[in-house]
């Protein structure tokens, strides 16, 4: 079975700039996360999504967005970028129902570098 | 929300001993502890989880122990090998508010 995958895996922005990241979970997976990650800060949560609705939002400024559409892959959108957003970003799926458990299994991530 | 701590920050050790990495928590509510571990360029990759209503779990050269009422929980791992090198992240959650908190991270040197 896939692993989580996420496009792209590198992407340059500049300040003011708006990006869109892209997360299709493991088949079957209907929860996805969100988060960030940085030197400083560590592994944030964003935000969770499980059949196209949001179930939970970190303390992250109204500029950080996502959405999850029908097949339960995800989107997440970062507008009028900031120098601070650059980060590596992660979505993790996990099996919810009959047959799952907890674990949330990790994509490689999208390293955003923003100018 | 939920804080969770996490101590030492950078561990050396030599090839075949112990490691133990420690975690507190500060939401009673808390349920469910994930231990990750993240090589360089990777991701992070769960290793062990327990459960609020188990004491310790163990899985080969890796266990965790879980306290609750002090709120803390440790990582143990017996045996070190060089391939045991890596970042280790702890998390807590509420299993149904959706969401991980995670430590700040050790990072774990074993020395050959």
């Known amino acids: 079975k896939a692993g989580v995958t996420q496009t792209p895996r590198y992407l340059i922005k500049t300040r003011g700039q708006q990006v869109t990241l892209s997360c299709s979970p493991i088949?079957?997976?209907?929860?996805v996360s969100w988060y960030q990650q940085t030197p400083g800060q560590g592994l944030q949560f964003l935000f969770e999504?499980?059949?196209?609705?949001?179930?939970n939002k970190g303390n992250f400024p109204g500029r950080f967005s996502g959405r999850q559409f029908s097949n339960s892959r995800s989107e997440m959108n970062v507008s009028t970028l900031e120098l601070g957003d650059s980060a590596l970003y992660l979505c993790?799926?996990?099996?919810?129902?009959?047959?799952?458990?907890?674990?949330?299994?990790f994509g490689p991530g999208t390293r955003l570098t923003v100018l | 929300g939920e804080n969770v701590e996490q101590h030492p920050s950078t561990l050396s050790v030599q090839e075949g001993d112990s490691a133990v990495i420690k975690c507190t928590y500060s939401d009673s509510a808390s349920n469910y502890f994930p231990w990750y571990k993240q090589e360089l360029g990777k991701r992070p990759q769960l290793i062990i989880d327990i459960r609020s209503n188990v004491g310790e779990k163990k899985d080969q050269r890796i266990a965790v122990t879980l306290n609750k009422t002090a709120k803390h929980f440790s990582l143990h791992i017996t045996e070190t090998q060089p391939e045991d090198s890596a970042v280790y992240f702890c998390?807590?959650?509420?299993?149904?508010?959706?969401?991980?908190?995670f430590g700040a991270g050790t990072t774990v040197t074993v020395r050959a």
């Open positions: 999504y499980f059949s196209e609705t949001q179930r």
């Open positions: 088949s079957g997976h209907r929860s």
């Open positions: 993790a799926s996990k099996k919810e129902g009959a047959g799952g458990g907890n674990e949330q299994f």
């Open positions: 998390a807590a959650s509420i299993v149904y508010d959706y969401k991980l908190s």
